[in-house]
């Protein structure tokens, strides 16, 4: 059915870019739920609990469903990329090691007890667990960053009979490039949740639902995020290009002695950039200029609340506008990732190298399997986040059962 190598990166590439479609919204709304309660726990106003329960219902959805694609999508490593885990496991398994450890299995357990806390809990007991969910989440990115990052400029290791040791753990965990990404993606994920939040309050404000004030409000949040997020993730992506590599920039005086230097240690290869790559950074740049209008025009709009109540134009436009954070995303993945190649390890390892000895047969069965499990994941999670969306906050919602729960009998003993 083709190359093997091939198949094996387009595999992943569409796993690994599916996944990180929930990640971006995942990082977002976290951090926008946990506003949401901390001025409901403050404020003590009713508006902004059922907020809470509305978004964090979404959330939920999709974090749940992006755990399976993450979890599923991590077995690729020893089945398909075998030949990496062995040279460089040493040093890109601690990281991803960490992030399992340290921050999904505490983020995971503390969302749990946020998720059937309600009514159940202390409020500001409950409130410091949406944070730790929050953070971990955000610690739990920075880790696979890390671990990308040592990917695209491998410090702080050296190798040792065929294989990577790390010797600076501090240069690791410092890696720019991961650092960069950390910022660029945790923008990019509150930038991909404001507009999250302006898409559904549209869709609710343009059918002049009964709950004006929750979705005006929630409007309001989606608009101010992103007015505030989308110039950090042009700046942060802008600063990348400092430390990108010679043979992506296109061409030039540093990418060709870069390309004479590997091809006398390494012998002959494609070592510039594939075009795909050039032309995702164009299409990233198109997505990023449409959103910084979209920006201008929400700052315009922001002031005026009866126009982001009545404006079906705006809401239209802010519905319409919802694909473009996530087009931006994937471009940006794919020049980053397609743009190192023929590399796994920039300058370490060739993917080529990386791959499993495997057959085609073998290879082609794991694409056809992961391939059509994340295409029905995907529609699931779109089915899901579409239907509690437009139900709207009237129907029973997170924590609802936690509220109307009768209290426990308690019997005594003797």
Not at 78 to 84: D, T, V
Not at 96 to 111: D, G, N, Y
Request: with cysteine.
């Amino acid at each position: 059915m083709g190359d093997p190598l091939m198949l094996a990166r387009v595999q992943f590439a569409l796993t690994a870019g599916t996944h990180f479609l929930f990640v971006a919204l995942t990082l977002g709304l976290a951090t926008l739920v946990a506003l949401m309660q901390t001025r409901a726990t403050i404020s003590g106003e009713a508006v902004h609990a059922r907020m809470t329960r509305f978004w964090g219902q979404l959330y939920v959805v999709n974090y749940a469903v992006g755990i399976v694609t993450g979890l599923v999508m991590e077995f690729q490593f020893g089945l398909n990329w075998a030949g990496m885990s062995r040279t460089v496991g040493g040093v890109f398994g601690a990281p991803l090691a960490l992030e399992t450890v340290v921050a999904f299995f505490v983020e995971s357990t503390f969302l749990g007890l946020w998720i059937f806390g309600w009514e159940r809990l202390n409020r500001w007991l409950h409130l410091t667990l949406i944070w730790v969910v929050t953070l971990t989440a955000y610690l739990s990115a920075y880790f696979v960053l890390v671990a990308n990052g040592w990917l695209q400029r491998p410090v702080g290791y050296e190798m040792r009979d065929g294989h990577a040791r790390l010797t600076d753990v501090g240069a690791l965990l410092g890696n720019p490039t991961a650092l960069l990404a950390f910022g660029h993606v945790l923008f990019g994920g509150l930038l991909t949740a404001g507009f999250f939040l302006a898409a559904v309050s549209g869709h609710h404000l343009r059918r002049r639902t009964a709950e004006v004030e929750l979705f005006r409000k929630s409007m309001r949040t989606g608009l101010l995020t992103v007015i505030l997020a989308v110039m950090p993730v042009v700046m942060l992506g802008a600063a990348q290009f400092g430390y990108l590599q010679p043979t992506k920039s296109g061409g030039g005086a540093k990418a060709a002695a870069a390309e004479a230097d590997f091809t006398a240690r390494f012998g002959p290869d494609h070592y510039r950039a594939p075009g795909l790559a050039q032309v995702a950074a164009g299409v990233m740049m198109l997505m990023w200029l449409l959103m910084v209008t979209v920006a201008v025009v929400a700052l315009v709009m922001f002031p005026f609340r009866r126009w982001l109540e009545r404006g079906r134009v705006f809401h239209v436009t802010m519905i319409v506008a919802l694909p473009l954070p996530y087009v931006a995303m994937i471009a940006g993945w794919v020049f980053r990732e397609v743009g190192r190649q023929p590399w796994m390890v920039y300058g370490v390892l060739k993917t080529r190298d990386a791959l499993s000895d495997t057959g085609t047969g073998t290879i082609t069965a794991s694409f056809l399997l992961f391939t059509t499990l994340f295409a029905v994941l995907t529609c699931v999670n779109v089915w899901l986040l579409a239907r509690f969306a437009r139900r709207g906050p009237q129907e029973p919602g997170l924590g609802a059962g936690a509220a109307s729960a009768p209290a426990p009998v308690m019997t005594p003993t003797f």
